[in-house]
């Protein structure tokens, strides 16, 4: 086994972030009712002609410059020939010639721990296009019902170089293209409702072979887990076809969610012969040097660069500052946080937003916009820590105080319930003797080699302490005592 | 170049046009006396000359991002062959 590599290239179709259609001004707003969206230019009309939406050009360029591409001075659009009752022009409106966005790439990180690994990805083109309406296959007296608000949807088709070699990689790609593309604020990236989309190109060669196998197409993936799941099986049945003496066929393929397997769509043979051609409705697209500037003027700063600040600059990991940089919101969050608690705090910082705060977050199902913990009162409260006020136990405690609203900060809540730590050596020597004294069979069994007695003892003084014995300061006194 | 008679049998095809054998034979004579004409026209120099995807050397006019189309359903719709539940109905289609 393991003789055979992955190839995987995948195309994302992104929603742009538009309130009218990418030729027409239909509103984009998702679920009106049927038709209800749907103009004269989305329905092709005899007569109408198509004018370009300026804010979709305009994310283009966004997302040309975050990836560190090529944004073309000149693209032009063209006709995909088609026959599809959803598409009632007949054609699709794309580009094929010349794209608005050429090369550019993304950095991953992928997998975690000792295993994880950097890798980047090329990205091959973007181009500016139209979607196409919504077919419903239910019973109308043996017809198809079609819902054209859709229709004139503007996308951003964003096609990357086969430079994947599992399906980790694959989601570990997709992941971060969802982060950017949000991130830099053309796409909401509602999956959902289908504005991030992913078609795999999957194939499988023999170790070591130059050239590729023949790839099939897995369309419409609409969550990082069907990605995943229909790549496995994918690459599995290929290999199976390649082992038991069956030629793949190139093919378009849909992964079915339930049975968790991919089937045949239809074979590329026919169905592929799109005969673009430059559509005459349409001018070439000119994107001058000045346009360029201002929205590279307008950009955030992005992921990757953030992520490098994190790490140089704050002395993160790599994992820990690919984690705050999944979105804007956690980074912001996180930046804060730091602010407050200052900056040689900025890895218990990077602890309590990713561990504490994720898993508080999660369990009410809530994002960290609507954190009831704000990223001062959480600053405010490592602050504690680090100055010694508060043991990391109690910390949770005050945390929790905070989350339910008992109090505006971690100060007033500290005062309120009385949960300063105690560092005074004097009341903690006592507490020490008191247990030490209460407790001759423990104090008995360390002496006789037992290591979890001292624990034990530990335990003993927290306990007298109510928690707030700073616990460095215990450990120290107790080994002293037990040694003296 | 010339068009063989099965590849403008296939170009009916992908345009969904139904051919009898003797227009798709008329229709490749039409096609071929065009594809000379564009031959005639590759004989000129077009060495250095930036190939046009418009016979007008114009840019793209751009509009705003606001919407300005109310509904017209019901108008759009009254012209339909048939429709249901504000879709329209096709005849069915699976792939």
Avoid at chain 1, 51 to 70: E, H, P, W, Y
Avoid at chain 1, 219 to 232: P, T, V
Wanted: a negative charge; aromatic letters at 6%.
């Amino acid at each position: 086994m393991n003789q055979w590599e992955v190839v995987i290239g995948i195309e994302t179709h992104a929603q742009l972030a538009t309130v009218s259609k990418i030729f027409s001004g239909a509103s984009t707003a998702f679920g009106a009712e049927p038709n209800t969206q749907a103009c004269a230019v989305d329905l092709a009309l005899p007569g109408v002609l198509p004018v370009l939406n300026r804010k979709a050009v305009d994310c283009a360029i966004r997302f040309g410059l975050a990836i560190g591409a090529d944004v073309a001075p000149k693209s032009v659009f063209a006709r995909k020939n088609y026959f599809y009752p959803d598409l009632p022009k007949g054609y699709q409106i794309s580009q094929m010639d010349l794209p608005v966005v050429v090369g550019g790439s993304l950095t991953l990180q992928v997998g975690s721990g000792d295993k994880a690994y950097e890798k980047v990805v090329r990205l091959t083109r973007a181009h500016l296009e139209e979607d196409a309406g919504k077919s419903l296959h239910e019973d109308f007296h043996g017809k198809s019902g079609i819902d054209l608000n859709r229709a004139g949807t503007p996308l951003l088709e964003i096609v990357s170089e086969p430079d994947m070699r599992s399906s980790d990689e694959a989601v570990a790609y997709a992941k971060v293209l969802h982060g950017l593309v949000r991130w830099i604020g053309i796409c909401d990236g509602n999956m959902q409702e289908g504005s991030f989309r992913c078609d795999a190109n999957v194939s499988v060669r023999p170790k070591g072979q130059v050239e590729f196998g023949t790839r099939r197409e897995i369309k419409n993936l609409n969550s990082f887990r069907f990605l995943k799941e229909a790549i496995d099986f994918e690459v599995q049945w290929q290999i199976n076809e390649i082992e038991e003496g069956r030629k793949i066929q190139q093919a378009t393929v849909l992964f079915d969610p339930d049975s968790g397997e991919t089937r045949m769509m239809r074979s590329k043979e026919d169905a592929h012969d799109y005969r673009y051609f430059p559509d005459p409705d349409l001018l070439p697209l000119v994107i001058g040097a000045e346009w360029v500037a201002r929205v590279k003027g307008e950009l955030p700063e992005l992921p990757g660069q953030k992520r490098e600040r994190f790490m140089t600059g704050l002395g993160l990991s790599a994992y820990d500052a690919g984690t705050l940089t999944a979105s804007q919101e956690i980074a912001a969050y996180f930046e804060a946080t730091v602010a407050v608690a200052g900056a040689n705090n900025a890895k218990p910082c990077a602890n309590w937003v990713m561990v504490d705060l994720a898993a508080r977050l999660n369990k009410e199902g809530k994002e960290i916009a609507e954190a009831p913990v704000s990223a001062p009162q959480l600053g405010g409260l490592i602050q504690r820590i680090a100055d010694n006020t508060i043991s990391n136990n109690i910390a949770k405690k005050v945390f929790e105080a905070l989350w339910n609203g008992e109090g505006a900060t971690a100060d007033e809540v500290i005062d309120k319930q009385g949960l300063k730590q105690i560092t005074d050596s004097g009341a903690i020597e006592a507490l020490v003797d008191e247990v030490l004294a209460a407790n001759a069979a423990n104090v008995a069994e360390f002496k006789a080699g037992k290591e979890k007695a001292f624990n034990a003892l530990v335990g003993q003084v927290m306990k007298a302490a109510k928690g707030k014995a700073n616990p460095q300061q215990v450990n120290d006194l107790l080994k002293q005592k037990l040694a003296g | 170049m010339s068009l063989t008679l099965e590849q403008v049998k296939r170009i009916a095809h992908l345009a969904r046009i139904e051919t009898s054998d003797a227009e798709a034979l008329s229709t490749q004579g039409h096609l071929n006396g065009i594809f000379q004409l564009i031959e005639q026209m590759q004989a000129v120099d077009t060495a250095g000359i930036e190939p046009m995807a418009h016979a007008q050397d114009l840019a793209q006019r751009l509009r705003d991002d606001a919407v300005s189309e109310a509904d017209r359903r019901a108008a759009y719709q009254a012209v339909a062959p048939e429709t249901e539940a504000g879709l329209y109905l096709v005849p069915k289609v699976i792939e």
